[in-house]
Antibody
Framework: QVQLVESGGGTVQAGGSLRLACVAS????????MHWVRQAPDKGLEWLAL???????KYAESVRGRFVISRDISTSTISLQLNGLRPDDTGVYYC??????WGQGTLVTVSS | SYVLTQPTSVSVSPGQTARITCSGD??????SYWFQQKKSGQVPVMVI????KRPSAIPERFSASSSGTTATLTISGAQVEDEADYYC???????????FGTGTKVTVL
C-alpha cells in the first residue's frame, strides 16, 4: 500500500529545533520528488521544500537557511530539520507528492 | 517573491456555477493545479492538474482553463458537498520554488 506517514511533531520553545520524518511506503524516492507543505491554524497551504528524485533541494524563501530537507533512500524516509523555530512556524506539516499522495500531517507548536 | 492571487470567497446557490480565478505572472508558461480542502486540517485533494486535466475520481462538474496570467476553476452545478477551500498551485517563473495560491472559500447554500 502506497502511503506517507509523518512523525516528529511536538511543542518546542522559540529558537529551538525539531526533526520531522516521513516514511514513504511503496514509493521509490529515487524515482519521485517529495515535498513538505505546512498549514498554520486557520490559514492557507504553504509550500516549504522539495527534494527531487535526483536529490536536488529547493526551498521557500520563508524557510531557506533555517529548514533542511533530506532523504534516506534505504529507509524510504524524507526528513525536514527545523531550526531557529519561531511562533509563526506553528502548524500542521505535511509530507507530500502533491499531485498524487499526502500524509496525514504532524503538528508543530512553537511557544514564545 | 512570487504570488498566486485568488479571491477570498465565492458564494453560490446549489446548482449554480462557481468560478475561482488564480492570477500569476508565470501562468502563461507554467502549469497550474487545483486542490480542494474540505476542512482546515483535512488532507488536500487534487481536483485539476496540468491546467485542465481532471483525475478520474473527480466529478465531471469540476473543470478548469488557463489563459494568459489567469487560471480558472469552474464548478458547474455546484453541490453542497463542494463547500471547501480551494487552492491553485504552480511554480515560480525561474523554476526555483513552488507556491500555493492565497486560497478561496467556496460556500454553496
Amino acid at each position: 500500500q502506497v502511503q506517507l506517514v509523518e512523525s516528529g511533531g511536538g511543542t518546542v520553545q522559540a529558537g529551538g529545533s525539531l526533526r520531522l520524518a516521513c516514511v514513504a511506503s511503496g514509493l521509490g524516492l529515487s524515482d519521485f520528488g517529495m515535498h513538505w507543505v505546512r498549514q498554520a491554524p486557520d490559514k492557507g497551504l504553504e509550500w516549504l521544500a522539495l527534494i527531487s528524485h535526483e536529490g536536488i533541494t529547493k526551498y521557500a524563501e520563508s524557510v531557506r537557511g533555517r529548514f533542511v530537507i533530506s532523504r534516506d533512500i534505504s529507509t524510504s524516509t524524507i526528513s525536514l530539520q527545523l531550526n531557529g523555530l519561531r511562533p509563526d512556524d506553528t502548524g500542521v506539516y505535511y509530507c507530500a507528492k502533491p499531485t498524487a499522495l499526502w500524509g496525514q500531517g504532524t503538528l508543530v507548536t512553537v511557544s514564545s | 517573491s512570487y504570488v498566486l492571487t485568488q479571491p477570498t470567497s465565492v458564494s453560490v446557490s446549489p446548482g449554480q456555477t462557481a468560478r475561482i480565478t488564480c492570477s500569476g505572472d508565470a501562468l502563461p508558461e507554467k502549469y497550474s493545479y487545483w486542490f480542494q480542502q474540505k476542512k482546515s486540517g483535512q488532507v488536500p485533494v487534487m481536483v485539476i492538474y496540468e491546467d485542465t486535466k481532471r483525475p478520474s475520481a473527480i466529478p465531471e462538474r469540476f473543470s478548469a482553463s488557463s489563459s494568459g496570467t489567469t487560471a480558472t476553476l469552474t464548478i458547474s452545478g455546484a453541490q453542497v458537498e463542494d463547500e471547501a477551500d480551494y487552492y491553485c498551485y504552480s511554480i515560480d517563473p525561474t523554476g526555483s520554488y513552488y507556491v500555493f495560491g492565497t486560497g478561496t472559500k467556496v460556500t454553496v447554500l
